[in-house]
């Protein structure tokens, strides 16, 4: 296996960190096909953590300060985990978030965070979207990726085809219903648009849309923000 | 007055960008010194737009596109609004938010966003905090910075006993009370700590501190998130 940067096309991502790579470790480590250590961070306390996890799962570690710093492009990563990238089947009885045509891979791992802290765990991705699998989205999720299940959609209605028993809540400006009078029937599909655009009309049609209604003197709330409002309003207890 | 690259302990800043000086413009022309225009943008409807609106408030423009060039670092910004910091008194029976020791420019400029969305225009920052006129806060706050009124305190007593009949809602993970349950009280102070280490223990001392409850998967929300959920479920009807 030849190791290059990294690209969207690739087969492989990488974790860029020691944080990254022991949370890769802990919830992915039949993904992970090899872990470069760098030799000034060796007899720290989080590479022990990922020497030890290597020999537990039988994964082959090495020390390589210059693929790292080649991979990493910064001077402070002290572990990089090599991993194939993966795909699973959504659960039929969960509850989904759904983001189409996402553009922003910072805003998408907020988003993956805050869906894990919020206890769904399942997100679908409609085409054209940003790349989960590059590092920055990684980083972003802080880990946050390996923790949950997704999976990539061509077109909505592949999604919609898929999870048609899922009460769906696309969420619109032009929506009728405001968030904070919901009535949450589960399992439910959470469906935003993209950052600068929104929903395509259409999605009024789908399910119940909502809005989160805020004053005129912005045009819109940040998506991983308004994700985050979403998120908690149908999990709060 | 002679124009350099932005420095914090300079007594003036700018807006990088047509929209950005626009929102200038238009909610703080006093504070305006000059405007540089860039030749490529000449015939440009924003710039027109920023045109009229230094005639209407006899504010000086120039085209000056190897000074943008410096100031920006950036081959497509087409104007830059020059214009000299400022701060304001909070009002006394208005809501307010406050950030302890906030330390992200992004973050800070996205808060300041969600909380002009939702209504809120009073904010103060307790110090050390990060700069709100640095020129990726206004950014972050897509303007919005110029549409509410902010203050800068040394420390939180200096805050709390100008504003004593504010009801304090310290937000931490260790509160007794879910932001969900909460009773709310007018005006209040929504007060918010460090992106990486929350607000002080001791804060559970004063008013009704309230928690966000997420899975343990994570170990915080993004103070972003966390702030927009907090304006959200005390400004919906």
Redesign the interface.
């Known amino acids: 296996m030849k190791i290059r940067t990294y690209k969207k096309d690739l087969p492989y991502s990488y974790t860029l960190g020691v944080f990254l790579t022991i949370e890769l470790l802990n919830n992915r480590p039949s993904n992970v096909l090899k872990v470069l250590l760098h030799n000034k961070a060796n007899n720290s306390t989080g590479v022990s953590k990922i020497i030890t996890l290597c020999k537990k799962h039988n994964i082959e570690y090495e020390y390589n300060d210059r693929l790292i710093s080649v991979l990493s492009n910064k001077d402070n990563c002290f572990a990089v985990g090599i991993f194939t990238k993966y795909e699973e089947t959504l659960g039929a009885t969960i509850n989904h978030l759904v983001l189409v045509n996402p553009s922003d891979s910072g805003n998408l791992g907020?988003i993956i965070?805050?869906a894990?802290?919020?206890?769904i765990t399942n997100l679908a991705l409609v085409r054209p979207a940003v790349d989960i699998f590059d590092p920055k989205t990684i980083r972003a999720s802080?880990g946050?990726l390996f923790?949950i299940s997704f999976k990539y959609y061509n077109t909505f209605s592949h999604y919609y085809q898929d999870y048609q028993d899922h009460q769906a809540y696309p969420f619109m400006l032009e929506a009728k219903t405001?968030?904070?009078q919901v009535d949450i029937i589960k399992p439910y599909a959470l469906i935003f648009g993209n950052e600068g655009s929104g929903l395509p009309n259409n999605f009024s049609e789908i399910g119940t849309s909502l809005v989160?209604?805020?004053?005129n003197?912005?045009?819109s709330?940040?998506l991983?923000?308004a994700v985050?409002?979403a998120l908690?309003?149908f999990t709060?207890?």
Chains 1, 2 share one sequence.
């Open positions: 907020t965070r805050t894990l802290g919020f206890g802080m946050a923790r405001k968030l904070s989160i209604p805020h004053k003197t912005i045009d709330l940040n991983s923000v985050a409002i908690y309003e709060k207890s």
